[in-house]
Structure formats: C-alpha cells, structure tokens
C-alpha cells in the first residue's frame, strides 16, 4: 500500500507531502488544475518513462519519494532479496532528477538501477489511464491481457524458446539442402579438378624454389662457358704450370743469386697457394652449375603446369593446396550430405513436436482462462448496471502458427442477450464503453496481490445513475485494498473514503499546483463545485450532502 508521496520541485509543484489511507482515495480539481502532475510524479519514482523535463524552472533538482507498506508475502518482497535490500523497515522509493536530464535512483537509501525500480513497481502499484484505453480496445493485444490474467508468463516463454529452436533448425535444413543443391550441380567439376591437383600435388612456396632454381639453370648455360675457360686458365694448362715452372727455374738459380731470389720464390710459393684456393673454387662453382639439359625442361613443366592450374582457378600459387582441401571438403559434403539432411529433417521434426506440444498445451490454457474471464467479467458488469450484457473471449485459430502460439484471441460484448456482438469500441455506447473497460481492468489485475490501483478518469462520459454504480463498483473494490482515483465526477468522488482537491494557484511570477486533504466542510464544496460549475448554489450544496450521505 502507498502510505506517502513526498514531491520536491517537480513542473508546477514546489513542495507537496501526502499521505494516503486504505480504501478508495479520490483526487479531484478543476480542468487544468495539474492532476496529471500527481500521474507524472509518481510515475517519475515508479520508473516509468515519461517526460524528461520535470524539474520546475529554477530549481537545482526536482525529487520525489514513495513510501510503501509490504505484507509478508508481498511479491516485491522476493524482487528485494534477490538484489540484496533490505525490507525490515518497509519500503521508500526516491528518485532525483536535474535539470540536465541525469537521474538517479535509490531503494531504503541504497542507490539502485532502473531496471530494479520498474521491476518492483509492477507489484506496487497499476496504473489504469486514458491511454490505456486503446490498448483494451485493440485486439492485437488481447491474447497477451488473456495470458497474463491466466498467469500464463512462463508457458508463453517455453512457447517462445520452442519457436525459435523450430526456426533455426528449419533455417539449417533449408540451407543445407541448398548448399548440397549447389555441390550436387558441380560435383563433376570438383571430382576432376581434386584429380587434377592431386596428381600434380603442388605445395605452398614450390613455385618460387622451381622459379629460382629455373632462373639459376637458365644462368648456369650463359656463365658456364666463362668458367670453363677461367678454369683452364688457373689450371696445370695455365697459371698453375706457368707458377710451377718458374719456382722451378727459380729454386734452381737460387744458389748462386746470393740470397736474392729466396724471397720472390716464397711470395710465388703463397700465391700458388691462393690460386689452388681459387682453383676449387671454380671447381666447386662448375660442380653447382652442372645440370642435365632434361632436368630444365622438366622444371619449366612443373612449373608452367603449376601456373596454369592457378590461374584456371582463379587464385595464387601457393593457394592451390588449400584449394585442393576446400574441393576435397566439398566432394565430402556431397557424399555425406544426404546422410546430414536425414540428421537435420530429424531435428525439425523434433522442434515441430515440441512446439506443437507447448502451444497446444498453452491453447488449453487459453481456453480455460478464456471462459474465466468471461464469468469474471459476468459477475463484474452486474454492479455496473450492465447485468444483461455478455462478454466472450473468443479465441481461435491463427492464420499461421507464431512465437506466442497458434491462437488468435478477440474479446467482443453484446450489449443485450441475442444483439450481436462485436469488438467493445464498435458496440459499446460512450457510458457502457467505460464501465466495460472498467470490468476488464479490474478483471486483468483481480489476482495480483498487495497492488495499489490508480483509475484516471474511469468515469469520464457518463454520469447520473451509471456514474453512481461505477463509484460504488470501486469503493467495494477498496474493502479489500487501496484504489486511488482521479475523477471528474461528483458521483465518484462522494463515495470515496479520503478525498483531495488539486488545484492551481498563480501569484504573478509562479503558479504552482496544490493538493489538500479535505475534511466533511470542505468536501460539500468540492462536490457542491462539481455538480454545479463555478457558481455553487444552495441546491448544489444539498445536492452535495445527499450524495456524501450515500
């Protein structure tokens, strides 16, 4: 139950304090008084979106606070655990907000998330507004006002998981079917071309060595001519023997050269050597350079072959042996892909006898639901004054199954037994159209426990008699709660246990929006004011105390 709503520099209010009471509380004012104020406020702490400019102008920060009693089995009670706050002393919402837009969020003091926040005011508090109209009267949204009056939440969750578990396995048959398709139309290519790499087997960086060593054979045919000669010239044929002779002829002649030939012969001697260095050198080099004239053509083969085949395929060298993976891959697709479509129909066919199982079993729930709310809303219209009329949930089978089911819901009403029936908005009068909406809000929120409810302008469009059974509908609805009303109508108003009058006051540089509690005096005056306009005449007043007196 909301005890207090405390507002701080919210739009046109400056400081307001309320406390609220068990039973219906009512809420009344003139047109443009700032109702709606009292709406946004506590939407604001609940939450919920709204506006985002609420700070009133000139303040450094607009806040407000909610306090709220919990029983012990109230649901928010489990949400609070769950995220580690304690509830021994009660429960107070605060929320700020400044002027730049940032907020912040607090739960018993500790600051808190969004998330949290909207998650615990739908077990505090349900808000039945003129908006919310459309959405009762719109029946793409009736089978999810059924589901949650069947509490049907988690059943509608499996549905869901089930669906797209059904989706995605319809989704890899479909393409595997496609992919095996497209292969199955190239497998004579890809049998030839897996053939054709194989035989030739190449391997990555093999054209760049065949290239090399082509280029060193080709190299070895020009220069090997050069070397050859080079080779005669530093051999026993040339520079060798010619050094040879002359250490000879020198050695010979050293005797009688009185020491003057020791010296060249042993620099002949030291170059000898370097040129037997050179000498294997050349060796070696010619030794490198030898190759059979057929082991070049068949490098350039090799070679040449392996080029052709990339760019028969489009791609590099070295990508050829991955390639010849991918082919090999996709030829084993082929050959086992009829085995993994047999795999895959296996999984859909799993999937739809799963989902067929949770969505019947969700229909049935439906159905149930569906005649309780009918009797519900049977029983809710007779204090309406509406005991003839017929309401029905009609529910059948949607065009094509989806992720909440297989079922189409539609409620209709008959305003008189054998009148036909039809959608509410089509059907229902502008007075039997509020008392319908009523008797279906109250309905849609009989089994949540511990909420406060807040009806803004229930009543509006009717009056007289109609208006007093609609009053009288939600004081006995407070016997067992606490209802908070925003209304326009006399007949209402009077029937409520706490009373509040908003209005507006401006003093020539600021209005501001009020909200008193109302005592027994001042009551006969607002209703006196509602039944009669500004001007309050002495047949209103009596009017007034007739209709406090009940």
């Known amino acids: 139950m909301l005890h207090t709503l405390s507002i701080r520099n919210i739009l046109l209010i400056e400081s307001l304090d309320l406390d609220f009471q068990p039973g219906l509380n009512v809420l009344t004012?003139?047109?443009?008084?700032?109702?709606?104020?009292?709406?946004?406020?506590?939407?604001?702490?609940?939450?919920?979106?709204?506006?985002?400019?609420?700070?009133?102008?000139?303040?450094?920060?607009?806040?407000?606070?909610?306090?709220?009693?919990?029983?012990?089995?109230?649901?928010?009670?489990?949400?609070?655990?769950?995220?580690?706050?304690?509830?021994?002393?009660?429960?107070?919402?605060?929320?700020?907000?400044?002027?730049?837009?940032?907020?912040?969020?607090?739960?018993?003091?500790?600051?808190?998330?969004?998330?949290?926040?909207?998650?615990?005011?739908?077990?505090?508090?349900?808000?039945?507004?003129?908006?919310?109209?459309?959405?009762?009267?719109?029946?793409?949204?009736?089978?999810?006002?059924?589901?949650?009056?069947?509490?049907?939440?988690?059943?509608?969750?499996?549905?869901?998981?089930a669906w797209r578990d059904l989706i995605t396995a319809r989704k890899a048959l479909v393409e595997a079917q496609a992919a095996l398709e497209e292969a199955s139309r190239d497998a004579d290519f890809l049998r030839h071309s897996v053939q054709e790499l194989d035989e030739l087997s190449p391997e990555v960086g093999e054209d760049a060595e065949l290239d090399t060593r082509r280029r060193l054979m080709q190299a070895s045919a020009r220069i090997?001519?050069?070397?050859?000669?080079?080779?005669?010239?530093?051999?026993?044929?040339?520079?060798e023997g010619l050094m040879s002779d002359a250490i000879r002829w020198l050695e010979d002649a050293a005797p009688q050269a009185g020491g003057h030939l020791e010296e060249p012969v042993e620099a002949l001697g030291r170059s000898l050597s370097e040129l037997a260095d050179a000498q294997r050198g050349i060796e070696d080099a010619l030794t490198a350079m030898y190759f059979n004239p057929s082991d070049l053509e068949h490098l350039e083969e090799r070679l040449f072959a392996i080029r052709a085949l990339a760019r028969k395929h489009n791609v590099q060298s070295d990508e050829l042996p991955e390639l010849t993976e991918t082919f090999r891959t996709r030829l084993l697709d082929i050959d086992t892909g009829a085995d993994h479509i047999l795999v895959l129909r296996g999984a859909v066919t799993e999937a739809e006898a799963t989902y067929d199982a949770l969505a019947s079993a969700l229909s049935q729930t439906r159905r149930e639901a569906g005649g309780q709310l009918d009797t519900a809303m049977g029983a809710e219209l007779v204090p309406l004054k509406m005991e003839r009329a017929e309401f029905t949930t009609q529910i059948s089978e949607a065009n094509q199954a989806g992720p909440e089911g297989r079922d189409r819901v539609v409620f209709t009403v008959a305003t008189n037994p054998g009148a036909p029936s039809g959608l509410i908005n089509k059907i229902a009068s502008g007075g039997e159209l509020s008392r319908f909406l009523l008797a279906l809000k109250v309905c849609l929120t009989s089994r949540a426990s511990g909420l406060t409810m807040i009806f803004d302008e229930i009543?509006?469009?009717?009056?007289?008699?109609?208006?007093?059974?609609?009053?009288?509908?939600?004081?006995?609805?407070?016997?067992?709660?606490?209802?908070?009303?925003?209304?326009?109508?006399?007949?209402?108003?009077?029937?409520?246990?706490?009373?509040?009058?908003?209005?507006?006051?401006?003093?020539?540089?600021?209005?501001?929006?009020?909200?008193?509690?109302?005592?027994?005096?001042?009551?006969?005056?607002?209703?006196?004011?509602?039944?009669?306009?500004?001007?309050?005449?002495?047949?209103?007043?009596?009017?007034?105390?007739?209709?406090?007196?009940?």
């Open 29 to 161: 004012g003139e047109t443009g008084a700032g109702k709606s104020i009292f709406l946004d406020s506590l939407g604001f702490v609940l939450g919920w979106r709204g506006r985002s400019d609420i700070v009133r102008q000139g303040a450094a920060q607009g806040e407000v606070m909610a306090e709220f009693s919990l029983t012990d089995n109230h649901p928010a009670r489990a949400i609070l655990d769950e995220a580690g706050y304690s509830t021994d002393d009660g429960l107070i919402l605060r929320r700020t907000n400044s002027p730049d837009g940032r907020k912040r969020a607090y739960v018993n003091d500790k600051v808190c998330s969004g998330e949290l926040l909207r998650a615990l005011s739908e077990t505090l508090v349900e808000i039945h507004g003129q908006n919310d109209d459309k959405g009762l009267l719109d029946p793409k949204g009736h089978r999810a006002h059924l589901d949650d009056f069947a509490g049907a939440s988690n059943q509608v969750k499996a549905v869901r998981s």
């Open 224 to 239: 090997r001519e050069s070397i050859s000669k080079a080779y005669s010239a530093v051999s026993m044929d040339g520079a």
């Open 459 to 550: 009543d509006r469009g009717i009056g007289g008699a109609t208006a007093d059974a609609v009053g009288r509908r939600l004081a006995d609805l407070s016997e067992s709660g606490q209802l908070l009303v925003v209304t326009h109508s006399p007949q209402v108003a009077a029937l409520g246990g706490h009373h509040w009058q908003v209005s507006k006051s401006d003093d020539g540089q600021n209005t501001l929006t009020e909200v008193r509690p109302l005592d027994a005096d001042a009551r006969v005056d607002e209703i006196a004011r509602m039944l009669a306009g500004d001007s309050v005449t002495a047949e209103a007043r009596s009017a007034a105390v007739v209709l406090l007196a009940g």
